[in-house]
């Protein structure tokens, strides 16, 4: 077990955006608050994932001395190229560790002190993934919110995977393994927790973190039947291309057909008996997601990032 932490410590912490600049603005002021462990130093890296370079005056004049801000370019479109980048900046920069975290998230101010006190209480080649709380619109419905929010798991708790979304990890576990986001897609998603289902296989224990908490802005534009909609039909996807790697997939293909249309069924018989629309479209989404997963398992995929939502 690790009991103390290298005095030469480096954290990049990575950050990919695009089009998004109050969002990212609120990203760099939390990261700015941050409070700080001891014998570690920290950068944040931002790639800006756009033909034309945006964000860069925003990103360089933002830094401190103890919380330097740094700005990078990735002009081929695709988050899991601006995650690459991320990754080569981590390495030029010598960092012993890498987190990943979104552009349209804040930190809480003991963020990085919680998820590096817990890290390094654990064994030397650990992932450890915090708390992601969503955040809506004051226009939404609060119903709205059981739609958006991840769940949170205990502290301690063993994961399958991950996502980019608030993770912490050491860097020599994606170089040594020469693991990278695929960029087959760019445009699909999916990458980021097919990427870490690779770790988990790898024997590379993935634990929870509920103390390390970090604030997801919801734009408005996400706040609809249609968004979510197509969200969990998307999940479905990536759910299906991962299940047909380890069964049938035209088994595969048929069951979850089938659970998507008893899902409508379901659907169509709570909204004839005019029952509340919160508890009603539950059951479209899991169509949604079942349709997704039964296509996902053919192969189908679609470019979930190639519009931007968000400001």
């Known amino acids: 077990m690790a009991t103390n932490t290298p005095p030469m410590s480096h954290l990049c912490i990575c950050v990919c955006t695009r089009e998004r600049p109050t969002m990212l603005g609120r990203f760099i002021d939390s990261y700015l608050q941050l409070n700080l462990p001891e014998g570690l130093s920290i950068s944040l890296e931002v790639v800006e994932n756009n033909t034309h370079r945006e964000m860069e005056a925003l990103v360089t004049n933002a830094g401190t001395e103890s919380r330097p801000v740094h700005y990078h370019h990735q002009a081929k479109l695709g988050i899991p190229c601006a995650r690459n980048t991320s990754i080569q900046a981590a390495i030029d920069r010598n960092a012993s560790h890498i987190a990943f975290v979104d552009d349209d998230e804040r930190f809480a101010p003991d963020w990085l002190v919680n998820i590096w006190h817990y890290l390094n209480s654990q064994a030397d080649e650990t992932v450890v993934h915090g708390a992601v709380y969503s955040v809506l619109p004051q226009s939404a419905p609060q119903y709205y919110l059981d739609f958006f929010q991840r769940q949170i798991e205990a502290t301690g708790s063993e994961l399958d995977f991950c996502r980019t979304n608030n993770v912490i990890l050491p860097l020599s576990i994606l170089t040594r393994n ?3 986001f695929d960029e087959s897609q760019p ?3 999916g990458t980021d927790s097919k990427l870490f289902r690779a770790v988990h296989a790898l024997g590379i224990s993935i ?3 509920a103390e390390a908490v970090v604030y997801e802005d919801v734009p408005d534009e996400r706040v609809t039947l249609r968004w979510l909609s197509h969200r ?20 595969h293909f048929l069951r979850q057909s089938g659970k998507s249309l008893v899902y409508l069924l379901k ?6 008996l005019m029952q509340r629309r919160e508890k009603r479209i539950r059951y479209w989404f ?15 995929r679609v470019d979930a990032y190639k519009k931007i939502q968000g400001h």
Request: proline fraction near 0%.
């Open 286 to 300: 899991k169509a949604c997601k079942s349709a997704g997963s039964g296509l996902g398992s053919l192969g189908c």
């Open 267 to 272: 659907y169509l018989i709570r909204t004839l």
């Open 187 to 189: 445009l699909a998603g």
């Open 232 to 251: 969990n039909f998307r999940i479905g996807m990536t759910m299906g291309e991962q299940a047909a790697q380890v069964s049938n997939r035209y088994t």
């Open 178 to 180: 020469k693991l990278w």
């Open 207 to 209: 634990k929870s973190c």
